[in-house]
Nanobody
Framework: QVQLVESGGGLVQPGGSLRLSCAAS????????MSWYRQAPGKERERVAS????????TYTDSVKGRFTISRDNDKNAVYLQMNNLKLEDTAVYYC????????????WGQGTQVTVSS
């Protein structure tokens, strides 16, 4: 079965950095677009970044451009989110998502990892 397991969240001061990881299994990872989303308390879940199956295309929401970098390692079935210059408003639960997986075309989510930016 499809599994997505995020890790790397934690507490960091403003201006600090974190690197999130998402380990994937149960599907052909190298054929699937992967995304990072986040959800802050009281807010809707929003897409943060996406990366195409081969990594050639990356997109970001405006608020993280120049600070966050999405990458993937298809040999390790993993996707990453490097977050630099973190701001208070980056505080949220971060989720990875596998988009349009297999013949069924379903999307799958991980359980999330908490990122808290606080002084």
């Amino acid at each position: 079965q499809v599994q997505l397991v995020e890790s790397g969240g934690g507490l960091v001061q403003p201006g600090g950095s974190l690197r999130l990881s998402c380990a994937a299994s149960g599907f052909t990872f190298s054929s699937v677009t992967m995304s990072w989303y986040r959800q802050a308390p009281g807010k809707e879940r929003e897409r943060v970044a996406s990366i195409s199956y081969a990594g050639g295309s990356r997109t970001y929401t405006d608020s993280v451009k120049g600070r966050f970098t999405i990458s993937r390692d298809n040999d390790k079935n993993a996707v990453y989110l490097q977050m630099n210059n973190l701001k208070l408003e980056d505080t949220a639960v971060y989720y990875c998502k596998a988009v349009n997986v297999g013949r069924g075309g379903n999307d799958y989510w991980g359980q999330g990892t908490q990122v808290t930016v606080s002084s």
